[in-house]
């Protein structure tokens, strides 16, 4: 599957984006997603995940109540509502997919093998 995010940009904290994946390639909803960051001289770290169905989401600590992860198989997408955007979210954000049976649950990137290109997110104090 191939990955597309877009949606990043600089806003001032307490404001809002909106991130989105496109997938084309191997069946969208098959897949598990993620969201993922790296911050410059960081690990990249998770944020968000739902299952193939949508029904299962789970986040970071450092983002709950404030992000929301959500997917729409028939357009092949995933997206990542940010709201209350706080200075330490400043990242590139990276979604990625797996496929999996079983547990729909993965924090660990190495768990993703599919992967888009990132899109940088700025947040101004």
């Known amino acids: 599957v191939q990955l597309q995010a877009s949606g990043g940009g600089m806003v001032q904290a307490g404001g809002s984006l909106r991130l989105s994946c496109a997938a084309s390639?191997?069946?969208?909803?098959?897949?598990?997603m993620g969201w993922f960051r790296q911050a410059p001289g960081k690990e990249r770290e998770f944020v968000a995940g739902i299952s193939r169905s949508g029904i299962n989401t789970y986040y970071a600590d450092s983002v709950k109540g404030r992000f929301t992860i959500s997917r729409d198989n028939a357009k092949n997408t995933v997206f990542l509502q940010m709201n209350s955007l706080k200075p330490e979210d400043t990242a590139l954000y990276y979604c990625?997919?797996?496929?999996?049976?079983?547990?729909?649950?993965?924090?660990?990137?190495?768990?993703?093998?599919?992967w888009g290109q990132g899109t940088q997110v700025t947040v101004s104090s």
């Open positions: 990625a997919a797996r496929y999996y049976s079983g547990n729909y649950y993965s924090t660990d990137p190495q768990e993703y093998r599919y």
């Open positions: 390639g191997r069946t969208f909803s098959s897949a598990g």
